[in-house]
């Protein structure tokens, strides 16, 4: 180990690893910390690593690592920067750590493109009825071909997306739609209409989106106020056959209320996430014709967690440079992010 150089440990889920962090990774790491040790801690509480937590300056968390509470935060006497590679800092970073003055950084915004990505996918695909179609085309009940007129099939020429919230995958999101010939409304009560203007899409309250939209995507945060912010009322608002898309959080949509409008053959549904996480095997939308659901698969997963190390090492050497960090995350901000 060199001497002049922070110690640091990575703590997360072990199996993450050999996708997170490449050859060039560990590269890069060595020339700015001390890594005490190339296997992620899992649990703090593990027999032996008392004195390695005493040492530690980076901490370099990941999905799966356990939350720092003030017990553990006492352990780590020395910790001075804590760079999170997965999306939300709130399930591992305690207020502990704010108290205590450490900085804390988020890889958010490089998980924000593959979520984005997918949103684009399933929403053009929505419009143009793909995954209704197929299911009938497999059970026998859709011809071969669409005929005309096109059966009430809209496609993606005019067709109206909303998009409830201005996070950095709702902004990733309107940008990829750019290209295509859709609509985009977006409800954000945390941003002007003049700052929707500049971002080319209408700013609406929440109902005329529902009202309006052909689809709805929500990708606002998972926080009180947004508990269950689409319930049985808001569901009511959508046309008949429109879709909702959650990629977000399952806590932001009433699963009991969308099950009974999705079986009713009224809306569909587009879900990555859901609550309770994952769907219990006799959930009606795992087996409706009017449902798509994977399972939490939206964000980075495997070449595409690159981008995630890759922002981590970054914030690692403007820390060790003493530069402003690109992507902290202050306390006073988690009353509006994930």
Avoid at 94 to 123: D, F, H, K, Q, T
Avoid at 259 to 265: F, L, N, Q, R
């Amino acid at each position: 180990m060199r001497a002049d150089l922070p110690i640091a440990i990575l703590a997360m889920d072990p199996k993450l690893t050999p996708d997170l962090i490449q050859g060039r990774h560990l590269q890069s790491l060595e020339q700015l910390v001390n890594v005490a040790r190339i296997e992620p801690v899992k649990d703090f509480s593990e027999t032996g690593i008392g004195a390695l937590l005493s040492r530690v300056e980076i901490l370099i968390t990941g999905w799966g690592c356990p939350e720092i509470t003030p017990i553990v935060l006492a352990r780590m006497p020395k910790l001075g920067l804590l760079v999170h590679t997965g999306s939300s800092v709130r399930p591992v970073a305690g207020a502990a750590v704010w108290e205590r003055g450490i900085r804390v950084v988020s890889a958010a915004v490089a998980n924000a493109p593959p979520v984005a990505e997918y949103c684009l996918a399933m929403i053009l695909l929505a419009n143009k009825e793909v995954f209704y179609i197929r299911e009938a085309y497999r059970s026998g009940t859709w011809a071969w071909q669409v005929p005309w007129p096109s059966n009430g099939l809209t496609g993606n020429n005019g067709a109206t997306v909303g998009i409830i919230g201005a996070s950095r995958i709702g902004r990733k999101l309107i940008e990829l739609l750019k290209p295509f010939d859709l609509g985009v409304l977006l409800c954000d009560p945390t941003i002007s209409g003049e700052e929707a203007a500049g971002l080319g899409v209408e700013l609406v309250g929440l109902n005329s989106l529902l009202e309006r939209s052909d689809i709805v995507t929500i990708q606002a945060p998972s926080l009180p106020s947004t508990y269950r912010m689409i319930g049985a009322e808001q569901l009511a608002l959508m046309r008949n056959g429109s879709t909702l898309l959650n990629t977000a959080r399952g806590a932001l949509v009433d699963l009991a209320a969308l099950e009974k409008e999705v079986t009713a053959g009224r809306l569909k549904a587009i879900l990555d996430v859901s609550d309770p996480e994952p769907l219990g095997r006799e959930s009606p939308l795992l087996s409706s014709s009017n449902a798509f659901v994977t399972p939490h698969i939206a964000g980075a997963t495997g070449a595409e967690t690159h981008r995630l190390m890759d922002l981590a090492i970054e914030e690692i050497r403007r820390h060790r440079k003493g530069e402003p960090l690109r992507h902290e995350v202050t306390h006073d901000m988690l009353d509006r992010v994930a």
